[in-house]
C-alpha cells in the first residue's frame, strides 16, 4: 500500500517482529508503511525498506577499523531510552547541520499520547563525560528497528552516525537476534544510501512481498516510483493513439490519507492521469495500483482546493485538488483492457478537461 499508519495501544515484541518482516517500521510510537516520502512539495521519492541478516554478518576491514578505533576514544552505555537535557543540546546542533535528519521532539522516540508500545533502548556515546552521541532502537523478539542516530557535529569526524549503527548491530548479534532494520532506502536520491553499506542488506520487494538481495536491486523493476510512472506514461500514450487527450499530473496529496482521521478515502498515487471532468466537483482519474499491479479508473470528488502552491518550472504540472475517491468504475490487469473500458464509457469528443467548483 502505498501508505497507512496505526496507532495501537500496545505491540508484543513478536508483533513488532511481523510488521517490521512486511515492509513496516515505527514512527515515534506508531507503525506505519510507505512507498513514498516528500522531502518539499513536488519533490516526491521511491522509498524501500531494507534490512540485515545477522546469522551470516560478518564485519567487514573498514567496519572493525572504526569500532576499534573509536571504542578507545569513547565509552558506551546501552540501556532503556531515556529524553533527558543532554541528548536536547546534542539533537539541537545536531539539527542546525541536519534540519532534516531529526526532530525537536524527541520524545516522540520513546512516547506518544502517553503511549508507549515499543521496547526501545538507546546507544549513549561518551567523551569522557560528555555525551556526543546517541541512538534509539526498537527491540522485537528476534529483530530491532534503528529508528535515530544523532551526534554533536563537534565530533563529525568520527563517523558517529555509522558507528552508533554497528553498535546496535554489535549488540543484537550479541543477544542473538536474526534482523537488524536500518529504515529504508531510496534509489532516487544517495541521502540514505549509508545504510547499503551496513553488510549484506536485503531489500523488501513490493511485488513478490518477499525480502531479496540489495544487490538484485534494479530501480526500474522494484522502485516504486519509476514502476507507477512508466505505467501511467505507458496508459497515457496509448490513451492518445485514440485521439483521448489525457494530462498526466503530479499528485502531491498522496500523503493526506495517511494523515487524516475522517471517513474521506482519499487518492494516494503519486500521478494521475485525468480523463473526464463531468460535473463541477468531480473527475474521473485513471492510475497505476501498484500494490494489485493493475490500472484503476476512479470518479473522485473534490475534497478541497490547495492553492497557496505554485507550479514547478520543470517536470509534471501539480494537481491542486485534494481528491475523494467516490467509485471505481473499473480495474484492469493490461492497457488494452483499460482502453476497450474507457471507449465503452467515454469517447474523445465527450472529455472535458477542465476541473472546476462552480
Request: charged share 25%; hydrophobic share 35%; proline share 5%.
Amino acid at each position: 500500500m502505498p501508505s497507512s499508519i496505526l496507532a495501537p495501544t500496545s505491540l508484543s515484541a513478536t508483533e513488532l517482529d511481523e510488521y517490521l518482516a512486511r515492509g513496516w517500521r515505527p514512527l515515534g510510537q506508531r507503525i506505519y508503511t510507505a512507498d513514498f516520502i516528500q522531502l518539499e512539495l513536488g519533490e516526491i521519492f521511491s522509498v524501500v525498506p531494507t534490512r540485515l541478516p545477522l546469522t551470516s554478518h560478518l564485519w567487514s576491514k573498514r567496519q572493525r577499523k572504526l569500532l576499534r578505533k573509536n571504542n578507545q576514544i569513547f565509552r558506551i552505555e546501552i540501556r532503556s531510552a531515556e529524553i533527558t537535557q543532554e541528548k536536547l543540546r546534542v539533537n539541537e546542533q545536531y539539527l542546525l547541520e541536519n534540519p532534516t535528519k531529526s526532530v525537536e521532539e524527541l520524545q516522540i522516540h520513546t512516547e506518544f499520547d502517553g503511549r508507549k508500545i515499543f521496547n526501545t533502548l538507546e546507544c549513549s556515546v561518551y567523551k569522557e563525560e560528555e555525551l556526543v552521541a546517541f541512538s534509539f532502537f526498537d527491540v522485537g523478539q528476534n529483530s530491532t528497528y534503528s529508528k535515530a542516530g544523532i551526534y554533536h557535529p563537534a565530533y563529525k569526524d568520527y563517523s558517529l552516525g555509522t558507528y552508533t549503527m554497528l553498535l546496535e548491530i554489535e549488540w543484537c548479534k550479541e543477544n542473538g537476534l536474526q534482523y537488524y532494520y536500518p529504515g529504508y532506502i531510496s534509489p532516487d536520491i544517495p541521502l540514505f544510501d549509508y545504510k547499503t553499506k551496513i553488510g549484506e542488506v536485503e531489500f523488501w520487494s513490493l511485488q513478490l512481498r518477499k525480502w531479496l538481495p540489495y544487490s538484485s536491486f534494479d530501480n526500474t523493476k522494484h522502485g516504486p516510483l519509476t514502476l507507477i510512472l512508466d505505467h501511467t506514461e505507458e496508459l497515457q500514450k496509448e490513451l492518445e493513439v485514440l485521439d483521448y487527450r489525457v494530462p498526466i499530473y503530479q499528485y502531491v496529496f498522496f500523503e493526506m490519507q495517511m494523515m487524516q482521521k475522517g471517513i474521506y478515502k482519499l487518492l494516494e498515487q503519486p500521478f494521475l492521469l485525468l480523463l473526464h471532468c463531468p460535473s463541477p466537483q468531480k473527475c474521473w482519474v485513471a492510475v497505476y495500483n501498484i500494490d494489485l499491479a493493475v490500472y484503476e479508473c476512479w470518479v473522485c470528488d473534490f475534497n478541497r482546493m490547495i492553492t497557496f502552491f505554485e507550479q514547478i518550472p520543470q517536470g509534471h504540472k501539480l494537481f491542486r485538488y485534494v481528491l475523494e475517491q467516490r467509485k471505481l468504475l473499473f480495474r484492469t490487469e493490461t492497457v488494452t483492457e483499460f482502453l476497450l473500458k474507457t471507449r465503452g464509457l467515454l469517447s474523445p469528443n465527450q472529455q472535458n478537461l477542465s476541473p472546476r467548483e462552480y
